[in-house]
């Protein structure tokens, strides 16, 4: 995990206290709980998009980084179906998709290692795989075959 040391939006240094907006690829897996179910995401991996020293700055830095995108704020859903927040298609939640989040931490640092406590998370949008060109599928598709 690369810490960053200033905000992405206003350039102050940051705290301990700071907002990420990241970009995940996961799938969901569905337990049976009695009669229902309990939601799992299994994170592939994780992007630290952007870091923030505030939710006043976050606030401007993820709707610019979503509209950068051509992402609508439709927040997180746990599915197992959900419409794709860029094209409007339909997402799979069980196959891998990209996941976009925001999340208030606190970072606590040792010599040897950094953790983060969350103090709040908002599911943003989810985006099918068609609409993700950078890759981030490909290289999550290929590790997974590279393990089974």
Known sequence: MIMKKECDLCHQP????QVLFDRRIE?????PMGDDFQAVAMV???????CYCSTDCSAVGVQKGLQERGISKTGGSIGPLTS???CGG????????AHYLEMEVIVHKTPTQTSLTVLYD??????CIN???DGAFLAVTQQAAALA
């Open 14 to 17: 940051l705290t301990d206290y």
């Open 27 to 31: 799938r969901m897996e569905y337990l």
């Open 44 to 50: 592939l991996s994780c992007d630290g998009i952007a």
């Open 84 to 86: 794709c927040a860029k």
């Open 90 to 97: 339909l997402v799979d939640m069980t196959r891998p998709h």
């Open 122 to 127: 908002e599911g943003l949008a989810d985006v």
């Open 131 to 133: 609409c993700e060109p």
